[in-house]
């Protein structure tokens, strides 16, 4: 029986205001790495972190594609993405 593994692209509200975003399979365990310092070398001394936005996707590259165009948004746009 195979299992269908979502990957997910996903953007987080740093401490300092600026957000970052990423793609994972595994939402939970990427967001405690992030807040441990130990995601992402721009997370690493912004935290805490917080998860504003997600999409879930079947593939990797879906969810790849998807990291790309959310890191071409303008500020604006990425405020009005998450509803803020």
Known sequence: MSE???CYAYMLECADGTFYTGWTNDL???????????GSKYTRTRTPVL???????ETK?????REY??????KQQKLKLIGK
């Open 28 to 38: 939970e365990k990427r967001l405690k790495a992030h807040n441990e310092g130990k």
């Open 61 to 65: 590259q879906e969810a790849m594609r």
């Open 69 to 74: 165009a959310i890191k071409q948004l303008t």
């Open 4 to 6: 269908t593994k979502s």
């Open 51 to 57: 998860l504003v936005y997600h999409e879930s996707f």
